[in-house]
């Protein structure tokens, strides 16, 4: 059965330092990934989005994730937090040959301070 | 914007009573999930339809059903409420090339 593994519930950084935001995957089938973000009172946003091209994926607002089969991973990076990158973020994985499963992880809750 | 319209966005009625919530999906979409968000038990899939047919189930309670009708739009019904349901309902649809999900900005219900 598919599962993802979000590691951290809670992420402090400082602006300007790099951000990680960790996420194991278990998938009986070659997954789709996806990282989604989610501000306080928004909608979820697409973040950037893995479906077995390059193994590095860039998304929008300066992150980025690298897929790693063997280490069943796809963590959510970015050089140099900005305060307005304070959110909720999610990570996602679908099962490719039933195209229709799709689950969450529980979240990682990003805080940036000054 | 998504193109995903979730309607009413914020909603306050008393325990024992019963909503609807409505979705919209992405023009050319044919799936509609319904999602709960709570505080304490983040992101749940509650229900998928696909044209019109239920595709998958989720931790959805007996109390809420759902339906997609011909022209795609969507209803989540939630009777005999209770505290508990208080949360953020969200509604998605999906692109079926890729399966990215574009979701509306929520249905707010706070039960008193």
């Known amino acids: 059965a598919q599962s993802v593994t979000q590691l951290d519930s809670h992420v402090s950084v400082s602006e300007g330092t790099p951000v990680l935001l960790r996420c194991n995957y278990s998938?009986?089938?070659?997954?789709?990934l996806f990282w989604y973000v989610q501000h306080p009172n928004k909608g979820l946003q697409l973040l950037l989005k893995?479906?077995?091209?390059?193994?590095l994926v860039k998304g929008i607002n300066g992150f980025e994730a690298e897929f790693k089969k063997s280490e069943t991973s796809f963590h959510l990076t970015k050089p140099s937090a900005h305060m307005s990158d304070a959110a909720e973020y999610l990570c996602?994985?679908?099962?490719?040959?039933?195209?229709?499963?799709?689950?969450f992880g529980k979240g990682t809750t990003l805080s940036v301070s000054s | 914007d998504s193109g995903v319209t979730q309607t009413p966005k914020h909603l306050i009625t008393a325990t024992g009573q019963r909503v609807t919530l409505r979705c919209s999906p992405r023009?050319?979409?044919?799936?509609v999930y319904w999602y709960q968000q709570s505080l304490d038990q983040g992101l749940q899939f509650l229900i998928q339809?696909?044209?019109?047919?239920?595709?998958a189930k989720g931790n959805i309670l007996e109390r809420f059903s759902a339906q997609q009708f011909p022209d795609l739009h969507s209803e989540l019904n939630l009777s005999s409420l209770e505290l508990g349901d208080s949360a953020l309902y969200f509604c998605?649809?999906?692109?079926?090339?890729?399966?990215?999900?574009?979701f509306g900005e929520g249905s707010r219900l706070t039960v008193l």
């Open positions: 996602v994985v679908t099962d490719n040959q039933a195209g229709t499963a799709l689950i």
């Open positions: 893995y479906t077995s091209a390059a193994t």
């Open positions: 998938s009986s089938y070659s997954p789709s």
């Open positions: 998605a649809s999906n692109s079926v090339l890729t399966g990215e999900l574009f």
């Open positions: 023009s050319g979409d044919l799936s």
């Open positions: 339809y696909y044209n019109g047919e239920e595709r």
